[in-house]
């Protein structure tokens, strides 16, 4: 059995109205029989369709339930999801925003279960763009480049009282970079990367991390009166 949040949103389109003997159906249908207009469709794995088709397909507004609580709410286009809808997960996340044929993709709001919000632009399923992820527990954010669900490229990491900006590869800062104190001085650096092959695993919330060395380089806009041997104690590091 799928459990993955890419069965969900897949739909059940095995199931699909030119089959017509399967399911139940309550509603409108055009002069050659297809399902058109208004309906209500019940598939023969207990999952739930309300809305409008066009054609025999699902097409406009509508509502799918699945038989285990996930639940798609929003725009289908020719059977699928696509245009603005909300998806509500089993394991209690939630995405808000632009579908393009059942997938997630455009700009999108992201509610992990755990809290974790990550707001931005969507391809393929992945966070793919420009995009905020936020930490629910620290409140930490990182603000700038994804590429197929990574920190990639230009971005900086936000903690209460200090930034860090630089460059970021799969998932961790890497290169030169300089964090940003409230209280007015700048630490420039460098991180020295150790790379580890995770192999491919379904895309989560990007983590905390340790395997990452900063090199610290110079102090400007304060006095030195900082250890520079070693960056903040709280300095943020992603892992998968």
């Known amino acids: 059995m799928c459990l993955s949040r890419q069965c969900y949103d897949a739909g059940s389109e095995e ?8 399911g139940e159906y309550e509603g409108d249908r055009n002069e050659a029989g297809e399902r058109h207009g208004q309906g209500k469709a019940v598939l023969p794995n207990g999952d739930t369709y309300q809305g409008a088709y066009e054609n025999g397909k699902r097409s406009g507004q509508g509502t799918y339930k699945f038989k285990n609580g996930a639940r798609y709410i929003g725009e289908w286009y020719m059977g699928l999801k696509h245009g603005q809808g909300i998806f509500y997960y089993p394991d209690g996340s939630k995405y808000e925003g632009s579908w393009v044929d059942d997938q997630r993709q455009g700009h999108g709001f992201y509610t992990y279960p755990n809290g974790d919000t990550y707001d931005g632009e969507w391809l393929k399923h992945h966070r793919h763009g420009q995009g905020t992820y936020t930490y629910h527990d620290s409140g930490s954010q990182y603000m700038g480049s994804w590429i197929m669900g990574k920190m990639e490229s230009a971005g900086e990491i936000i903690h209460l009282n200090h930034r860090y900006k630089g460059n970021f590869v799969n998932n961790n800062p890497s290169g030169p970079g300089k964090y940003v104190f409230d209280i007015g001085c700048e630490q420039h650096g460098e991180y020295l ?35 520079e041997n070693s960056a903040p104690s709280d300095q943020a590091v992603v892992e998968e």
Not at 15 to 22: N, P, T
Not at 208 to 225: C, I, Q
Request: net charge negative; charged share 30%; glycine share 6%.
């Open 15 to 22: 199931f699909d109205d030119e089959q017509g003997s399967l």
């Open 193 to 227: 990367q150790i790379d580890q092959d995770k192999g491919d695993t379904e895309e989560v919330e990007p983590a905390l991390n340790t395997t990452l060395k900063w090199k610290p380089k110079a102090l400007t806009g304060f006095p030195v009166w900082a250890n």
